[in-house]
């Protein structure tokens, strides 16, 4: 895919939302209202900010396209690895590389429900103050 082209982007970041976007090749431009419904942080004339708290951007050209915000440039920025499937239309963003530091290093894990092989529901945090092991299985 090369070139301006204009179809739908979804991208997984806390929630998984979808939006109109230009594809400048392979990279997603969508537009300033839209980067906070994406990724929570607006595009201001002090850089990225979220709430009270503003990343400065030395180089705004990086970030801006005549279309819109360069979405993955903004992902970067935050340090928050983003994976991308032009042809599928779809952008996954990552917690930042500090989030991930902190709970590697913390040992914290998200809290999460799944079903046992009789179907009853146990959370993670069941068994808060022992040692866990979780296995995982893909057939494919």
Do not use: N, Y
Request: net charge negative; glycine share 8%; hydrophobic share 45%.
């Amino acid at each position: 895919m090369t070139g301006l082209g204009r179809r739908p982007l979804t991208v997984i970041a806390e929630q998984a939302s979808t939006v109109e976007a230009v594809w400048d090749d392979q990279r997603p431009i969508v537009s300033p209202e839209a980067l906070g419904e994406l990724l929570g942080w607006e595009w201001r004339a002090e850089g990225l900010c979220r709430e009270t708290v503003c990343v400065p951007v030395a180089d705004r050209s990086h970030v801006e396209h005549d279309e819109g915000i360069d979405i993955l440039a903004v992902a970067e920025i935050l340090d928050r690895p983003a994976v991308i499937d032009a042809d599928a239309g779809l952008l996954v963003v990552g917690q930042p590389a500090g989030d991930r530091f902190e709970a590697l290093h913390g040992r914290r894990a998200p809290d999460f429900t799944l079903p046992d092989l009789t179907g009853a529901p146990h959370s993670f945090s069941d068994w808060a103050g022992r040692k866990r092991l979780l296995v995982a299985f893909a057939s494919w």
